[in-house]
């Protein structure tokens, strides 16, 4: 099967900056995708009849908004696919609320659309290289988390520079709870900086600010290394931690570049990726549309005015997430951001809802006070 329009806005070039040509091309794969999902998931044509809408009525910008979402909460209880499961080709999950898991399944195709998305952001910020890098990577070892997204995110962020060394901070111990390496990640990073190659920290931010809040000497690590975050705030948030702050601290105590320290942002129901430009704000790529909804009438809200965060990417064959209504809290920004880029940008608030999902930040809070 074919998606010509998919394919092409997934591997657009330069996805922060937005033409006219770009976002008629993000319609026409909305659309493309949209019929194909009706024709395909039982019940998410069901929830297109149940609302009245035509994806066939895809037609401008406007129209965008009017796709009906799937909650992620539905996608935490329900596997939801339009493909056969045989062609599955890689299946995830995410972190559990209360045992609840969502499980992200990606058909070849799908898969390479939503790499390619990664691939394109990163290249646009500057963050492909050639050179043989050392990775510090403050997440679970792969080999004892092997069904959870994380894992698969490990090892994906390390296909931007080849890999020289690789040291996971966080094991399962002799118990098998996971532990927090600090003193072994602190030699290692004395070893990364001596030895004169970039280094690419990358990681939970709550896991990160406890080990550099703790480092009794800065180190300047080598030209060209960057640290990359993500997986929430919670942990680092818990401790009074302003994002600022954090900032500050790790240039301080690494030597790195405030150009050099970015967030990404994703979540699994969704997996499209968002990356902080040089100011330190999310852009919404070309290939995604984001907007803040009422909480209560589900109505878009004007830029400045927070809700739920809604995302919508036309990646997926495999699962019908074309358009999915997001537990976490933010706004469209109503200034264009200084950095050049003239995508909208968001910020985010937090969680909402009245259950508060277990997701990564608050998992590595806990496995950090164990560790202490």
Known sequence: MRFANCEAICRVKDPHVWTPAKNRLMVAACREMALFHDRNSRE??????????????????????????????????????????????????????????????????????????????????????????????????????????????????????????????????????????????????????????????????????????????????????????????????????????????????????LDNVRDGYGMAEHSAPYLECREHRFHVPVYNRVYSRDPVTLNVLPPGRSGLLEFISPWNAMMPNLAVLSTDLGLIDPARCSCGYNSPTFTLLGRGGLTKHKGCAIHAGEIVRRSS
């Open 44 to 257: 998410l044509a069901a929830l297109y009849r149940r609302r009245d809408f035509d994806p066939r009525s895809i037609r401008t910008e406007a129209d965008l908004k009017r796709i009906p979402m799937l909650g992620v909460s539905a996608m935490k209880r329900f596997l939801l696919t339009s493909l056969p499961h045989e062609q599955a080709v890689l299946r995830l999950t995410s972190s559990g609320t209360l045992g609840q898991k969502t499980q992200i399944w990606f058909d070849a195709q799908s898969l390479d659309r939503c790499q390619s998305q990664l691939s394109v952001l990163w290249e646009e910020e500057g963050l492909l290289s050639e050179e043989q890098t050392n990775y510090l990577m403050f997440l679970y070892d792969p080999k004892e988390a092997q069904d959870l997204g994380s894992a698969f995110t490990a090892t994906n962020m390390q296909r931007f520079a080849p890999a020289s060394r690789i040291f996971y901070a966080v094991r399962k111990g002799r118990t098998g709870a996971w532990m927090f390496r600090k003193a072994d990640t602190l030699r290692t990073l004395g070893e990364y900086a001596s030895e004169g190659r970039p280094v690419r920290l990358v990681g939970i931010p709550g896991f990160i600010y406890e080990f550099i809040a703790e480092m009794r000497e800065p180190v300047r690590l080598p030209a060209g290394s960057w640290m990359v975050t993500g997986g929430g705030w919670k942990a680092a948030e818990d401790k009074k931690v302003s994002r600022e702050s954090f900032r500050e601290l790790a240039c301080k105590m690494l030597g790195l570049s």
